[in-house]
Nanobody, 129 residues
Framework: QVQLAESGGGLVQPGGSLKLSCTVTADEYTYPLYCMGWFRQSPGNLREVVATVYTGDGRTFYADSVKGRFTISHDNAVNTVHLQAASLKPEDTAMYYC????????????????????WGQGTQVTVSL
């Protein structure tokens, strides 16, 4: 059993910043995670990939809508991934989900579809005055 625990969501004014964090733990043993990232979903919309990182070499992917504003980082030693979100806009309002991949997946990016069981519960980000 794998658990992904997100934190850091909340209410922020337009132009503000937030840092989301996600730590992955397992009940019985630790193992490497090859792709980690963040998705988001707002009401009436499909879940979309926001940012990913291939932990093997640190390659990152960003959705066009967040390029230049969001930064993803990771710490392999503790299976943690962060998302620093800056210059937030009302359209960034969504539930943000962390995901992880236990199999090697070099194409860690827009085509990634995380396995069931490798998703967090989500953390709400609301950008509003």
């Amino acid at each position: 059993q794998v658990q992904l625990a997100e934190s850091g969501g909340g209410l922020v004014q337009p132009g503000g910043s937030l840092k989301l964090s996600c730590t992955v733990t397992a009940d019985e043993y630790t193992y490497p995670l090859y792709c980690m990232g963040w998705f988001r979903q707002s009401p009436g919309n499909l879940r979309e990939v926001v940012a990913t990182v291939y932990t093997g070499d640190g390659r990152t992917f960003y959705a066009d809508s967040v390029k230049g504003r969001f930064t993803i980082s990771h710490d392999n030693a503790v299976n943690t991934v962060h998302l620093q979100a800056a210059s937030l806009k009302p359209e960034d309002t969504a539930m943000y989900y962390c995901a992880a991949e236990p199999y090697d997946y070099p194409a860690c990016g827009s085509s990634w579809r995380p396995l069931d069981g490798y998703w967090g519960q989500g953390t709400q980000v609301t950008v509003s005055l």
